[in-house]
């Protein structure tokens, strides 16, 4: 007799552990170029955000921008896309709004995004300076994945802001280049 449902549950869990295998398998791997790591190889990024959706399924991810093809970024970049989901995805969940917005774009040899969550947000708009870098409004938030994905960003060579938004929440803008045949 087979019960109803461990079929998908199945299928879920089993997706999950293969998520896990390939992230350890991404931090176990050489990040130097042409080392045969998967920063030199890249990722896709539709992949990094089905697999973020899978290991955050109560959360509603409204997708927007021009993008009509799969973009390949450096392993990096997919880091730091799924540092920002989470935050913006915690900072909803803690106020009861499990929704989080995305726009990506790619602009000529960049790539631009931007993460709106629907949580508290900040009072005030907060510039990187080091006395603001481990600001957090999560009440046992230490800040630290917004200020890993700042020094991403810096390494990258790019820019990151953050915003406040007309209603609650906060935004957070990237605008990264891309390394060379990189892109759609």
């Known amino acids: 007799m087979r019960i109803s449902g461990l079929g998908d549950d199945h299928t879920t869990l089993r997706a999950l552990v293969d998520v896990c295998r390939d992230r350890v398998r991404e931090l176990a791997a050489p990040a130097e170029a042409g080392a045969g790591g998967t920063e030199a190889a890249g990722v896709d990024i539709e992949t990094?955000?089905?697999?973020?959706?899978?290991?955050?399924?109560?959360?509603?991810?409204?997708?927007?921008?021009?993008?009509?093809?799969?973009?390949?970024?450096?392993?990096?970049?997919?880091?730091?896309?799924?540092?920002?989901?989470?935050?913006?995805?915690?900072?909803?969940?803690?106020?009861?709004?499990?929704?989080?917005?995305?726009?990506?774009?790619?602009?000529?040899?960049?790539?631009?995004?931007?993460?709106?969550?629907?949580?508290?947000g900040f009072a005030v708009a907060q510039p990187f300076l080091p006395s603001r870098m481990f600001a957090s409004s999560k009440p046992d938030g230490l800040g630290v994945g917004l200020a890993l994905s700042h020094a991403t960003v810096e390494r990258l060579k790019g820019k990151l802001s953050v915003q406040k938004t007309d209603g609650p929440g906060v935004r957070v803008c990237f605008d990264l280049p891309l390394a060379d045949g990189a892109g759609p």
């Open 48 to 120: 990094v955000i089905a697999r973020w959706q899978l290991v955050r399924p109560t959360i509603r991810l409204v997708r927007s921008g021009r993008s009509d093809a799969s973009i390949r970024v450096v392993a990096a970049v997919g880091h730091l896309l799924l540092a920002l989901l989470n935050n913006a995805a915690d900072a909803g969940e803690a106020v009861g709004m499990a929704q989080v917005d995305l726009t990506l774009e790619v602009h000529g040899h960049s790539l631009r995004g931007e993460i709106r969550d629907y949580g508290a």
